[in-house]
Nanobody, 120 residues
Framework: QVQLVESGGGLVQSGGSLRLSCEASGFTFSNYDMTWYRQAPGKERELVASITSTGGFTNYATSVKGRFTISRDNTKNTVYLRMNSLKPEDTAVYYC?????????????WGQGIQVTVSS
């Protein structure tokens, strides 16, 4: 059974930090690129940060570059999102996504989401 379980969210003051974790099970984690998305109320889901299967390449949304860091530990089947200097506009539900394009088949899994609220 495939599972992506996010943790580490919550309420934090502006300028504070949080670290989100997403623990995977039920599939070969090291094959998958991992991405954090977020969705704020009334807005579309947006990409926050991504990391390739080996961790060799990362990508960030302009709005979080320099403040957020994505990393992964393939021995623990876990991807992390370290969020520093949080702003009220970072308030959203954060989702973990796993994706592997195997030849002509796309494998795509989502976590249930976790709330991050940044107070001003």
């Amino acid at each position: 059974q495939v599972q992506l379980v996010e943790s580490g969210g919550g309420l934090v003051q502006s300028g504070g930090s949080l670290r989100l974790s997403c623990e995977a099970s039920g599939f070969t984690f090291s094959n998958y690129d991992m991405t954090w998305y977020r969705q704020a109320p009334g807005k579309e889901r947006e990409l926050v940060a991504s990391i390739t299967s080996t961790g060799g390449f990362t990508n960030y949304a302009t709005s979080v570059k320099g403040r957020f860091t994505i990393s992964r530990d393939n021995t623990k089947n876990t991807v992390y999102l370290r969020m520093n200097s949080l702003k009220p506009e970072d308030t959203a539900v954060y989702y973990c996504n796993a994706r592997w394009d195997e030849l002509r088949t796309r494998h795509d899994f989502w976590g249930q989401g976790i709330q991050v609220t940044v107070s001003s």
